[in-house]
Nanobody
Framework: VQLVESGGGLVQAGGSLRLSCAAS????????MNWYRQASGKQRELVAV???????NYVDSVKGRFTVSRDNAKNTMYLQMNSLKPEDTAVYYC????WGGGRWYNYWGQGTQVTVSS
């Protein structure tokens, strides 16, 4: 399974972007899908989670500004980012977790750059 992100770019502070993460297989049914980000010189950070039941969770710094969603028919997860701040600048990665055969399997996308100018 491949995960392909898109939608990154350069935006001014206060602007919006929508990231997409598309899975290559139509039968892909992860237990949870996540958005991570990694700013230059910093550790990768979990930003948003959406589980198979549609439940979501966010890191405090993006609550009220970011919304994660998934379209199971299109095998795609989204991250709507509003009121962007310069500190949101990072490479954003999508991740999928599947439980099977007594272990977790993790899949990662290649990452998409988000740059927010002040």
């Amino acid at each position: 399974v491949q995960l392909v992100e898109s939608g990154g770019g350069l935006v001014q502070a206060g602007g919006s972007l929508r990231l997409s993460c598309a899975a290559s297989e139509s039968t892909f049914s992860p237990n949870a899908m996540n958005w991570y980000r990694q700013a230059s010189g910093k550790q990768r950070e979990l930003v948003a989670v959406i589980n198979s039941g549609g439940g979501t969770n966010y890191v405090d710094s993006v609550k009220g500004r970011f919304t994660v969603s998934r379209d199971n028919a299109k095998n795609t997860m989204y991250l709507q980012m509003n009121s962007l701040k310069p500190e949101d600048t990072a490479v954003y990665y999508c991740n999928a977790e599947i439980w099977g055969g007594g272990r977790w399997y993790n899949y990662w996308g290649q990452g998409t750059q988000v740059t927010v100018s002040s």
